[in-house]
C-alpha cells in the first residue's frame, strides 16, 4: 500500500482541481463558488464526495 500513496495522492489532487473548476465555471452565485471550494479544499476526499453528489457543475455547450 505504501507504495501506492503517492499515486493515490495525485489522483485525489486531480479530482479536486477537477472539482474546483467544474465548480468555478458554473452559473452559481459567487457565494456558493465559494462555499463549494471551500468544501473541496479543506476536505479532499469526503468534500469532493460531497460535491459530486450535491454540488454544482460548469454548464455543458450545446
Do not use: N, Q
Not at 25 to 45: D, N
Amino acid at each position: 500500500m505504501h507504495e501506492y500513496s503517492g499515486l493515490f495522492g495525485i489522483i485525489i489532487l486531480a479530482l479536486d482541481l477537477w472539482a474546483i473548476i467544474s465548480t468555478l465555471s458554473s452559473h452559481k452565485s459567487t457565494g456558493k463558488k465559494v462555499f463549494w471550494c471551500l468544501i473541496v479544499l479543506l476536505l479532499p476526499i469526503f468534500g469532493f464526495i460531497i460535491w459530486l453528489l450535491f454540488g454544482p457543475r460548469a454548464i455543458r455547450p450545446a
